[in-house]
């Protein structure tokens, strides 16, 4: 079958205010795609790796509102500003083949967590071992004080931000030239498959109460609250079905604030230039790239994927696997008129 989309509804309206200096662009959609073509893994029984089939459906609704304008401009100030805000829900409505899980297979990188799809979940989710839990959502512990571990791919995280926003300022102060743009993102879930990694290793601070005596806050399969103690040993930390289930590795609600770019730009006098014959202006600017960055996720940065171009795969943001944060950076440059 053709891929196709179909849009519900969309539009949006605009706003001026400040006497026409500032405007607000709002728009907002909703649209359904059907008959992605998508190859999922077969059984290596069957002789075959992958298979084309058509996907489920998916739908997206989201709000987008832009911001531009300049707030004051006179002969010794011009301030010119632009702000993104996008926020973006999307869910899985029907899955592919009627499959109970579909996943991309290259974003399994570490333990047992992907890029899963669920029904009624995000297309953004994670998928991955869980603790057993009841209707209530508590923890299932077993006879021996240790909890059950659901080896289903059962969902545990959504790595889609909550609402991402950009906001540009640019000042032009005669001959000087200052903007930058701050990027926020607020919401959304990361894998820390490298801290899982560090605590297997017995590198990460969750080890410090190596040895120590716990009781589970959690039922039995009976339903009566568990009192039988257990001791954070080596195979706690070392076991995939123990201390080492996905789920613990699941960072959730990041924000991150970053200062994306700034850029000073100083134009020369012409009385300088003027006497070349050759150019008509000369302007030198300096500009610095991810140059700082607040946030309430553990690792280095919450922007991350654990794959790229490079490594030949797609589709794991939101999977940190010893990924590297990303680079700040300058560059001088002078840019010139003839």
Do not use: C, H
């Not at 890029?115 to 071992?129: D, N, P, Q």
């Amino acid at each position: 079958m053709k891929p196709e989309t179909t849009v519900s509804y969309e539009g949006g309206f605009d706003l001026k205010f400040l006497n026409n200096r500032l405007g607000i662009d709002f728009t907002y959609y909703s649209m359904e795609s059907r008959n992605q073509i998508v190859q999922p893994r077969l059984s290596y029984a069957t002789g075959y790796i992958l298979q084309l089939i058509n996907s489920g459906v998916v739908r997206n609704r989201g709000v987008e509102i832009l911001l531009t304008g300049s707030p004051v401009k006179n002969d010794k100030l011009t301030w010119d500003v632009i702000g993104n805000f996008t926020l973006n829900r999307n869910k899985v409505t029907q899955m592919p083949a009627d499959l109970p899980e579909f996943y991309l297979s290259d974003t399994w990188l570490a333990g047992n967590a992907r890029a899963g799809y669920v029904l009624g979940e995000s297309m953004m989710s994670i998928t991955g071992y869980d603790y057993q839990r009841n209707a209530n959502g508590e923890v299932i512990v077993g006879a021996n004080g240790f909890p059950l571990v659901n080896t289903a791919f059962p969902f545990i995280g959504n790595r889609q931000p909550k609402f991402t926003f950009g906001l540009t300022n640019r000042f032009q102060m005669g001959p000087l030239a200052v903007s930058f743009l701050f990027d926020f993102r607020i919401g959304g879930d990361v894998y820390n498959a490298t801290e899982r990694d560090l605590v297997a290793l017995g590198l990460s601070k969750r080890t410090l109460d190596r040895g120590t005596q716990i009781v589970f806050e959690g039922v039995t399969q009976t339903g009566e609250r568990n009192t039988v103690p257990i001791t954070l040993d080596q195979a706690w930390y070392t076991s995939g079905l123990r201390g080492l289930v996905e789920s613990q590795f699941i960072e959730k609600n990041i924000n991150a604030a970053r200062l994306r770019d700034l850029t000073i730009s100083y134009t020369l006098p012409k009385s300088l230039i003027e006497k070349t014959k050759i150019i008509k202006n000369l302007a030198v600017n300096l500009t610095g790239n991810n140059l700082l960055l607040f946030t309430n996720y553990s690792g280095p940065d919450p922007d991350v994927n654990g794959l790229n171009a490079s490594a030949r795969g797609s589709g794991a943001m939101g999977f940190d696997y010893f990924s590297l944060p990303q680079t700040v950076a300058f560059a001088l440059g002078v840019r010139a008129g003839f």
